[in-house]
């Protein structure tokens, strides 16, 4: 769940068990943090961020290890634009 001062919120329903590893909430960080720094508010960068990683860990096959899902992220991203 991802909240705001305001009450609004955003519920993330994407992700697996192997998100549970050394250096995810690293990537996790800076995928929001290039969010915001490309103009998005704090709170939809939260939102989007935590919904592209958990898409990425659903996306991986077998264990993962934290540059797999910096590996797989511009290729879901461009896929996400497209669609």
């Known amino acids: 769940i991802v909240a705001g001062p305001s ?7 994407t992700g697996t068990a192997q998100l549970a590893t050394a250096g995810t ?13 490309s103009g998005q508010s704090a709170m939809l ?6 919904h592209l990683h958990g ?5 991986a096959i ?7 899902l910096i590996s797989g992220l511009r290729a879901l991203w461009c896929r996400l634009q497209t669609n």
């Open 7 to 13: 009450g609004a919120a955003f519920v993330n329903s």
């Open 25 to 37: 909430g690293d990537v996790l960080s800076g995928i929001i943090g290039a969010l915001v720094a």
């Open 45 to 50: 960068a939260g939102a989007m961020g935590a």
């Open 55 to 59: 898409l990425l860990a659903e996306q």
């Open 62 to 68: 077998g264990p993962i290890v934290a540059t797999d």
